[in-house]
Nanobody, 112 residues
Framework: QVQLVESGGGLVQAGGSLRLSCAASGFTLSAYTVTWYRQAPGKERELVALINFDGTKTNYTDSVKGRFTISRDNARNTVSLQMNSLKPIDTAVYYC?????WGQGTQVTVSS
């Protein structure tokens, strides 16, 4: 089955860290750019970070620059999003996307 599965979300206090993981099954993730998005309640889904197929290029939305790091492990067919110095405004459902596929999302809640 071709799918993406996110994991690693949870509840954390402001200033804390979480590491999200996006695992692919049924296809080779290393061939694709992978993008993390997030959607907060009542807001549109927004792009958070992306990484190209071999990990040599990354990009971030301004609000997470310096706090989030996207990386990939092509041997494990996964992409991770390390999130540090979390803020309540980071609270959202986080999704990964690749090859036109969306994962089911993982909830991140940051308490003040």
């Amino acid at each position: 089955q071709v799918q993406l599965v996110e994991s690693g979300g949870g509840l954390v206090q402001a200033g804390g860290s979480l590491r999200l993981s996006c695992a692919a099954s049924g296809f080779t993730l290393s061939a694709y750019t992978v993008t993390w998005y997030r959607q907060a309640p009542g807001k549109e889904r927004e792009l958070v970070a992306l990484i190209n197929f071999d990990g040599t290029k990354t990009n971030y939305t301004d609000s997470v620059k310096g706090r989030f790091t996207i990386s990939r492990d092509n041997a494990r067919n996964t992409v991770s999003l390390q999130m540090n110095s979390l803020k309540p405004i980071d609270t959202a459902v986080y999704y990964c996307r690749a090859q036109g596929l969306w994962g089911q999302g993982t909830q991140v809640t940051v308490s003040s």
